[in-house]
Each structure stands twice: as C-alpha cells, then as structure tokens.
C-alpha cells in the first residue's frame, strides 16, 4: 500500500525539525569515531617514513614522535568524536528523563478518559455485528427499554435523597444524579454472556474497565475479550513507549494464529518490515523530540514558580490551563498555552496539515498491517455489508476502500484493492449459491456464525476449499465440501474469537490515529480559548 506521494522536501524538512542538532553533531562524532583508526593508521605510516629517513641523514622524526603523533592524532579524534556523539545524547536524555518521571507515561490517564467514545466506535464497527448474528431485533430492542427503564427507575428514586447527600455521593453541581445512575449500574454487567444492545455494551464494558480481574474471568463476566483494548489504554500518547499496536501486531497468540491459518511466510515479513521500520523511526523522533521539549518545560516552569506541582499532564492535557491551582499563580496559564504551543509545534509543523501529514508517517503503518491483515481474512471487509446506520443516524462505513480513501491512499491502490474485493466477493457469491443447491448444506443458512465461518473458510482457502471450487472440482466432488464446511461450522467459534480479535485490533488503529489528530488539535491548532 502507499500514499499519495509527500514531496521529499517536506519529510527532509521534517527530519531536520524533530532530529535536531544533537542528531547532526551525534552523527559527526560517530563518523569521527570510525575514521579515527584509519586516520591514526595512516599518520603512523607518514611518521613512519619520517622516522626511516632521519636514519639517511634527511629530515625526518625522532622515535617518540613517531609513535606520539599518530596516538594524539587518532586518540584525539576518538576522544572528540566521543564527546559529539554522547555528550549532547547525554543531555538531551536528561530532558526525556525529566519528562518520564514527570508523568508522561500517565498521559495514559487522557486515553482513558476518552473511554466513552472509543466504546461508541467498538460498537459500531465491531461487536454491534456481533449481537445482529446472535440476537433478534426483537430481542436487542426488549435489553435496551430494560436498561433505559432501570435507568429512569434508578434516577427517580436518587431524587427524593436530600441535596446535600447528593452532592457528597458526586452528583452535578445542579443536583442532576445523571451520572451517579451511570455509576450504579456499571457496577455489574448487562448480562453474563455476549450484550445484545449498545447500553448493554457500553454498561459491561465499563464495569470491565473499572474492575480488576484476569482476562479470561472478565471475557466469561462480559462476554467478549477487551484485553487488546486495555493493553492499548496502558499506552500514552506522544510517550516513547507507545508501541502497543505494533507489539499486539507482531505478539498476539491470537493475530499470530490468524497468521498462520493464512500461511503467512519470510516474504510476508519481509515486505512489511518497510512500514515497521518506518514507523518505528518517526515514532521514536516524535516522541522523542515531543519528550525532551516537555521534560524542559516542566523544569523551566517549576524552576520560575518555586512549586513541583507543574507536570507533562499540565502541559499536553488540553484544558488543564484553566486548573484551579493554575490560576493562583500569576500567568500561570498563559505561560502553560506559551509552552505547549512551542512544543507541539517543534515537534509536529507550524500548520494542523503538517502535524497530520508528520503523525500519519508514525501511525498510518500499523493501520497498513492492520488493513492488509483483516483484507486477507475477513471477507466482509470488502463487500461493503459492515457499512450502515449507527446510533444517532451516524453512518458508518465500514470496508477497505473507504478506510484507505479517508487517509489519503493513491488512487491505484485504491483501484487495485477495489477490483480485489469485487473478485472476492463475485467468487464468494458464486460459492454460496452453489451451497444453496446442496440439501444438506441447508442448516448452515440457519445459523450466523456458522455461515460466516464458512464464508471466511472459503476466503482464507481453508484445506483448499476456495482453490478447488474455482477449478470445478468442488462441484465433482460434493462430499468433500460437505466435509470442509461442516468442519468450518463446527469450528465456528474459533473463527469468530478470531475475527473478534483481528477487527478490534484494526478499530484501535484507527481510534489511535483520530486520538492523536484530536490531541494535536486541541493542543495547538484549534485550541479553546485560555480563561483566567
């Protein structure tokens, strides 16, 4: 996959922002270090000559010299290619240093605070699919009036209690107990097993993310798995180790499975290492640069107002200027808006367009592996049957061509994952009309997860299904794919466990790219006007 092509000057001219002298002059010291030994080397051979032709009555060195003068030479070259290259590393560290210890890894906290969000967007892209195969209309409408109706229920009965109790169990300063009935009813799961309604959802999830349990005690309580979720809200923006996606990507058992099952090879990894390698390197710049900007400011502004109490939080949380203990000291929050413009804007370009072009090149890789992953195994994926109405008449398009138009990919990219879906999809057609036709195949029409386990058999080639079908042997032999798909719809929920997984872990890099852009954003490029 590739973009549209970004103009080399502006990837030059953003290499040159977040690298830094320290980079240039570390770079010298390094160059100066190896070419030390060559260096010494060849001065050893002049004084060498010299000293041979003091012996013939010319002009030449004493033997001390010979052996001083290519020592100093070549150590001095050494020792100053050593202090370029670790002393301004050094200090720099240093920064970084301050910032880690300073709370950025708790930046973490931000993540989750978006928390509510990200399980809107879980629901639509992912797991709302999963209630449409299991539960009825009918039934998904009865759990949501349930909720909605131990809501109303819950929020009537918190009124008749006396203000003043209100207000110390946290209730909104207008007395509304709104958010107290949140509380209350995320303190359990919708219901054991798999919700059948966004409320559901979003009540299990929340009682799931607010308790402590191990996974595989949390997945039997609220029916899916959320440990890729969790182990993404552990990560914190702009720190230098938020490389959870990347990590999920390459250690997931379960991603790793899904591998396997599509025969991934040495070329599969080789042609990825590009984009790992590249996105590891803008990601250890940015952070990196973003790090040692912060830890600065951090020291600068506890330094100025004699106080400990100015944190990374302080300055890359957005509203955090107009915290309460901000505003008692004088200018406080001025100079907090001062900082974090300078920083983000070091760091990511002088324009939102630039800061968006500079975290693509960070984020946009996983999203690549991610994509390529999900196109190779979920057939849904390309025939657009994902895409549709979200709550609150959102629509939400949910297939690979949109995902790629919305970052920018070159139009023939974009053709030729088009006429890939569009072949998959004709081929995957001419198969299920072809099960149609067998009695026997009959029930697996009768069941969601079956069908679609069957669908991805056939995607993926699973014991040479899709490949004997196109060569029309499947239709010579019908026994043999009746055998095929019955073991596919036996082992339905081992293919559903993975497309679970795989999807979400697609969702998060979306949701990591739109949290950085947000961030960014806020930070810098459209912020909220300071109020003193």
């Known amino acids: 996959m590739k973009q549209r092509k970004t103009a080399i000057t502006s990837c030059i001219r953003d290499f040159f922002r977040l ?47 010979a052996i001083l003068i290519p020592l100093i030479i070549g150590g001095g070259m050494l020792g100053m290619g050593a202090g370029l290259t670790y002393v301004p590393r050094t200090l720099s560290r240093r920064l ?24 809107d967007v879980f629901w639509d892209r992912v797991f709302r699919h999963e209630s449409a195969l299991r539960f009825s209309d009918r039934e998904r409408a009865a ?18 209690l006396p203000p003043e109790l209100l207000a110390r169990l946290g209730a909104a300063p207008d007395g509304d107990p709104v958010d107290l009935v949140q509380v209350l009813m995320a303190e359990h799961p919708a219901i054991t097993g798999v919700e059948k309604s966004r409320e559901g959802f979003v009540l299990s999830c929340l009682y799931a993310m607010r308790h402590s349990f191990a996974q595989a005690t949390e997945a039997e309580a609220v029916g899916y798995r959320l440990a890729l ?26 991603l790793n499975d899904i591998k396997a099952q599509l025969r991934f090879g040495h070329f599969d990894r080789l042609r990825e290492l590009p984009a790992v390698l590249a996105g590891r390197f803008w990601q250890f710049l940015i952070s990196r ?31 955090e200027e107009n915290a309460r203990w901000l505003q008692a000291l004088p200018q406080a929050g001025q100079e907090v808006l001062r900082w974090r413009h300078f920083i983000v804007k070091s760091a990511l370009g002088p324009s939102y367009d630039t800061a968006q072009a500079v975290l693509d090149r960070m984020l946009l890789p996983c999203f690549e592996l991610a994509t390529r992953l999900r196109v190779r195994y979920d057939p849904e994926y390309g025939d657009h049957s994902l895409d549709g109405l979200a709550a609150a008449d959102r ?8 995902d790629l138009t919305e970052f920018g990919y070159h139009p023939k990219t974009l053709a030729a994952v088009r006429r890939s879906t569009e072949k998959n999809r004709g081929q995957l057609a001419d198969f299920l009309n072809h099960l149609r036709q067998l009695p026997e195949a009959g029930r697996i029409f009768q069941d969601g997860l079956a069908l679609r386990a069957v669908k991805i058999a056939f995607h993926i080639n ?26 596919a719809a036996a082992e339905k929920h081992i293919y559903t466990g993975r497309l679970i997984c795989l999807r979400l872990h697609h969702t998060l ?23 003193p």
Request: overall charge neutral; proline content about 2%.
């Open 19 to 65: 690298a830094g002298a320290q980079d240039i002059l570390a770079g010298t010291g390094r160059m100066m270090m190896r070419k030390s030994l060559r260096t010494t080397l060849w001065t050893a051979g002049i004084t060498s000559s010299g000293y041979l032709s003091s012996h013939l009555g010319l002009p030449g060195f004493t033997g001390l010299q």
């Open 229 to 254: 979720y969790e182990d993404y809200c552990d990560g914190a923006c702009f720190d230098p180790g938020d490389t959870k996606l990347l990590q999920q990507y390459e250690g997931s058992t379960t």
């Open 289 to 319: 640069k973003i790090a040692g900007l912060t830890g600065r400011a951090v020291k600068t502004l506890n330094d100025a107002y004699h106080t400990d109490r100015f944190n990374c939080q302080s300055l890359l949380w957005p509203g």
């Open 462 to 487: 699973a014991d040479g299904l899709r490949k004997d079908f196109l060569n029309r042997r499947a239709v010579l032999s019908r026994e043999a794919t009746l055998r095929r798909i019955e073991k």
């Open 509 to 531: 890099t979306l949701t990591q790219i739109q949290d950085y852009r947000r961030l960014a954003r806020a930070l810098a490029y459209d912020p909220q006007p300071y109020r």
């Open 96 to 119: 970084v240093t301050i910032a880690e210890a300073n709370d950025l890894n708790l930046m973490e906290d931000y993540r989750k605070s978006l928390v509510s969000e990200h399980l």
């Open 143 to 160: 759990e949501q009036d349930q909720i909605m109706a131990d809501r109303r229920m819950l929020l009537d009965h918190l009124k008749t």
């Open 395 to 402: 629509t939400v398009m949910n297939n690979a061509v949109d």
